[in-house]
């Protein structure tokens, strides 16, 4: 069973973000994107009970890399990053075109029975890229999965909807995304990490994948820092702190 899974390098969330000439900055404390530990533990947990590889797959700048080195110190078995300067301010649909190529690169080597995403990126958080790239591969998606169930020929599914619950199966090859309810991911220990350094990851272009048209269908025209919070209102309870609390909230709420 061959088995891709998609992972993005995004800026660490607790760090200081901003924008430059409509893009996010990066490279600065990057860090994987924390809902795509959960897709590599789904398919490196599928490749070790159903027998297969895992290959990881990103697209980024040069430092992007570091997301498929985390990839690999959990357990994938390959990785591949698509860098390409022509890539740089891509939307979803120039995502989606770039992976769903490196996908088919891979497949070169044979078929590739499925494709796993997270259910987001913390960067971007338009949880479009996993519906966009199954379009672009012409695959069926489940995806918001909490639960997977696979026997190498079809996948189960059951995720939540609001307030229901459904219970999806399709054939493979197909596009599966999870939820950071779907599973624990693993913490790498020293070896599998010292083994990950010396792993190659493997980069291609643009050119290689057969893609020349990858302008962005989507721009940001503006953007502006986000406003300091207003301090907050301390109540020193003498012994009327509750009824004084009541009033605040009553005056809030009116």
Known sequence: MKIVVCVKQVPD??????????RLVRGEDDVL???????VEAAVALAESLGGTVTAVTMGPSDADDALRRALQMGADD??????DA???????VTARALAAAVRHLE??????LVVTGMATMDSLTSMLPDALAAALGLPALTLAAEVECDGTQARITRTIGDHTEVLSAPLPLLLSVTDQANEPRIPNFAAMKA?????????GL?????????PATAVLTAVPRPPRAPGTIISDTGDGGARLAAFLRERLA
């Open 108 to 113: 070169e080597g044979g078929p590739i029975d």
């Open 33 to 39: 994107n924390e809902l795509d530990e959960y897709a």
């Open 87 to 93: 890539l740089a301010g891509a939307d979803v649909g």
């Open 196 to 204: 990950a350094r010396r792993r190659t990851v493997r980069t291609v």
């Open 207 to 215: 050119a290689e994948l057969g893609l020349d048209d990858v302008r």
């Open 13 to 22: 969330l607790q760090s200081d973000r901003s924008m430059a000439g409509g």
């Open 79 to 84: 990785a591949l990053h698509v860098a390409d």
